[in-house]
């Protein structure tokens, strides 16, 4: 892959007119070079971008409101992944591996616990961690209470603590509630270990969060009660009662046994690896163990009455996926089930319990116990290969079941593939115009159409607002040319970029032999919007990305021939020029004279000038390099005048455009070779006395004096100058017209001493291995005037801008280390790294995938991540964090929240949830109707009791029943008493009132009634008579006696607090006179 930024300048642009500059001083000399402009302040390495999923991903976590998937890795980072090309790269301080990541589902919170048990908490919408809490023991055990802000922690000792992340005070709040480690010795008389960790703590579907199921790693299994605080059920190995034992093996048949035989489970520990409901209700769970068996127990049957809970159950099924003595531990188990209302079938994903040695395969079973768990059956045996090692699995839900729409599969090294459920059933069962901004935008509107046609099945995210398709201007385009001999170009206007063309190896109707070898260079004119395209058989092709309708012929240049094919109008970039005339890979290209000249540099160490305009091969030299090694880097300085002659007439003012072209080449035998860019002669050449300097050399031309600024105050007669055109071509092209050329009464020594005196204020950079050598650009035979000797062996190097002024050169070691040099004096002021930017390591030929801006903006390939850092404290082109997409939709959460209080204690049905849900999304604008939402979930899942229960100790409260919750009481300012007498009752007299009281409860319940089971008609005067005790007239008066007697109180309310307030100011100052007093007695006076 071969890929380059190309980006237009606005400096000038930007900037404000400037005033009036004196006269600047004279150039310094050789041996004073002036220093940079550039200072460390102007360094903050950071990244802009980041796009694909890192090599070291590790742990998925995915959140089925918002569809939003968060990858984990081991260096410390997390990528967010929605729809339509959003991404979000999260970095944590430390490089450390995740061992548990969990969202809390449709709150935009993402929190991840760390190898050193540092937990975390990630805003989404902001990109930063929002809260941490580092736990003292280690943690065993993680999970997140679905739909809520609450967080079982299980440790190492048995201990499991419950979180709460509270988002107004953006804290972690650690709740007074824990379970305790010794509660089945306590509770039931079984012995346990001093360290039994906990290895799972799994809440229990339909039960609002008040029963979770603690795993201990020696097998015990205990469901809990939080709101009573009593274990409901408890389960072990010693319960381990076979009913139905099943092998399925993928090389024999499936084989079903029935089984009474518990003695081998009696004395033997089986330690729990894995588990997971197996049931959307929570009657059914699946658990792994070490020893590669697979149980599942049916919790169905097993209630609890008293204080004690039950103990054993008949009813557990064996798995196992072979028949070998040594198997693999269960490492993952998943379940998915066929629907809310056919929870008997389902499939269950399995990683582990195979034959050790056996090939790494992620098992399918797909099993049915619609008459009973001892009947249970393996309808389906499917081993899905993977295209690397199994990192973690999540499974996508569909819309209002339990079921998944697809799975995703992460392995290493960092490939993420999505398997929809149909298959898996099957198979168990510069300066662009604004003609480009234009043609862009449209081609994105196109392109965003398609993207919906697509299996990627995340739809997370809301895209940036900025885009404004009327004000929309192209500022950047990234070009990738691959292997296959395609170019892929990009806009990179805004972090998400956007895939607007492909240019494929073939042109249409002409058949090119070659064409399809591997892109070895790029070149962007943004001037022309002419692409130059190079492979590694010597073909250079040419393509306009804006056409007009006299741009529809392509010429085919040859060594000996040269044809013209008119073409069809076509939409995007056309194919005008095919050069074909030396079979050498092509090094390095390079525009020049406003994109009119193109230089062309192979590998066998020859240099050819093109004509664009009119397609034709200017020159081509012989070989530069003396031992045929081949030519690595190449710079064309251009330097160009323009001459006006101004007389009476209007019409014979003509202007002419003079330009003397200078190509700089260097050879892998340290020889640089100056050659005149119009006549293809060589002017000089040098050579570096130390050879081994120049493994990977590369030559530019920087701005080093002040010629120009003398140009631009207009001292020189009649004469303007042009900024040179530099290898990103971003300075505006100077308009020539095409009028025949005017006769010039210089003299040609007058000339030439103007071209000289304009290379005086440039420099030439060599940029090599072990040194960076600086030369003045007329001098490039003598001595450099300024060198640098490298400690490191250097990779890549690139100059950038700041303030429309080259200032500094960023170095690239092979040790992974980034240096900032500024110019011209070479100083370094920034050192930084890929492996404390982008946790990278640097890999052998990672510099032929990089490109640079010229605002010291760095994009990098690495396997299947891309990444574009910022050096620059001042640079912002992608205005973040204005134009990032927000990785959290509060329009979809609002309609979630409002879904769940239409309806928060009904069981809603596939239909009705999603005509509520989805009703609400389709009418909100920037949503998305295809997210996938667990309505049925979410609409059972009520948890604001939760805060009554983990807010005190267990044991400490008293029992909550959440069917008959008492209604707090809200007492009115009618409610209040104030000075009346207060009368206390004797307890014998209040005793006799609860008692008559009691007493009367029935007849006052009964009031009216008779003794008849018949009820008793009343007339409607008997029935105004008993409620009509007052007129209108006489209720309006009595309300108007409440309104006066409610202002009394306020009153006087308000002058009681007055005088206890007057009466703190006294008590206040008496005590800061008492204080006075005692301070001026001495001890023996008191």
Known sequence: MFAKLFQKNTAQQQQPPSPPQPPPPPPPAKDNVSKGGL?????????????????????????????????????????????????????SPKQLPFKYLEFLQNQGFLVSVSSENEIQVWDLEQRRIAST??????????????????????????????????????????????????????????????????????????????????????????????????AVLVKGNKDIDLKCEITADSHKEIGHKLSDDRSDYESLVKEIAALCWASTDGSVLAVGYVDGDILLWNLSSTTATNKHAAKSSNNVVKLQLSTGDRRLPVIVLHWSSHGPHNEFRGHLFIYGGDAIGSEEVLTILSLDWSSGIESLKCVGHVDLALNGSFADMVLLRTSGMMGTSGTLVLTNPGQLDFYNDTGLSSSIDGKFSKALSEAISARKAQATYSYGNTNWPLTGGVPSQLHDAEKYQVERLYIAGYQDGTVRIWDATYPTFALIYVLGPEVKGIDVANAN??????????????????????????????????????????????????????????????????????????????????????????????????????????????SSLPLKSLAVFSNSFDLINNSEDAESTILEDHVRLKVFAMTKDACIVVIDGNTGSVLCSQSIKSATELTSPSIYIIEGG????????????????????????????????????????????AKAALFRQREENFLLLFCCEKALHLHSLNEVDSDPIQKVNLMKPCCWTAPFKKDDKECGIILLYQTGEIEIRSLPDLEVVGESSLMSILRWNFKTNMEKTICPSENAQIILVNGCEFAAISLLTCENDFRIPESLPCLHDNLLAAAADATISLSPNQKITQGASSGILDGLIKGLPGSKAEHHVDHLEVCKNDYAHLESIFSSPPFSKPSIDLAYEQKVVELSIDDIDIDEPLFVSPSSET??????????????????????????????????????????????????????????????????????????ENFASMAHELAKQMEKRKWWNI
Not at 56 to 79: C, E, M, P, Y
Not at 137 to 162: L, P, R
Not at 612 to 623: A, E, G, M
């Open 517 to 626: 070898a591997s892109v070895s260079a790029l070149e962007f004119c943004s001037s022309t919007l002419s692409l130059a395209i190079g492979n590694e058989r010597g073909m250079v092709r040419l393509y306009k990305l804006v056409c007009s309708a006299d741009d529809m012929s392509l010429k085919f240049v040859t060594e000996t021939e040269k044809e013209v094919y008119t073409l069809d109008q076509g939409d995007g970039p056309q194919c005008t020029a095919v050069f074909s005339f030396l079979s050498s890979p092509i090094n390095a290209m390079q525009f020049a004279n406003s994109g009119t000249r193109l230089a062309v540099g192979f590998h066998c160490a020859r240099v050819a000038m093109l004509d664009t305009s009119t397609s034709t091969v200017l020159f081509l030299t012989d070989s530069l390099s003396g």
């Open 991 to 1064: 005793k006799k009132n609860d008692t008559k009281d009691k007493g009367t409860e029935r007849e006052r319940l009964f009031e009216g009634a008779s003794t008849d089971s018949q009820p008793k008609l009343r007339t409607a005067d008997e029935i105004k008579a008993k409620y009509r005790k007052e007129d209108a007239s006489a209720a309006a008066a009595r309300a108007k006696d409440k309104l006066i007697q409610r202002q009394e109180k306020l009153e006087r309310l308000s002058e009681r607090t007055a005088e206890l307030q007057s009466g703190a």
């Open 706 to 749: 002040s010629y120009i600024s003398e140009m631009s105050s207009g001292k020189h007669l009649s004469v303007s100058s042009q900024k040179s055109d530099t290898k990103s071509e971003s300075a505006p092209a100077v308009s020539c017209s095409k009028s025949s050329p005017l006769k010039v009464d210089h003299e040609a020594s």
């Open 133 to 230: 809490l580092q736990w003292e023991s280690n943690i065993t055990a993680f999970s997140v209470i679905f739909a809520s802000s609450y967080m079982y922690v299980g440790d190492e000792h048995g201990m499991v603590y419950v979180l709460k992340y509270d988002a107004e005070e953006v804290k972690l709040v650690p709740m007074p509630y824990h379970v305790p480690a010794d509660l089945a010795e306590d509770a039931f008389g079984m012995s346990s270990p001093k360290n039994r960790s906990v290895v799972g703590v799994l809440p229990q579907p339909s039960s609002q969060g008040i029963k979770v199921l603690i795993a201990y790693e020696d097998g015990l299994m205990i469901l809990w009660d939080v709101s009573e605080d009593k």
């Open 39 to 91: 200072t460390r302040k102007d360094i903050n390495p950071r990244i802009a971008l980041h796009y694909g999923i890192p090599s070291t991903a590790s742990v998925l976590a995915f959140d089925h409101i918002q569809s939003l998937l968060a990858i984990g890795t081991l260096d410390g980072r997390i990528k967010v992944i929605g729809g339509n090309n959003i991404e979000g790269l999260l970095v």
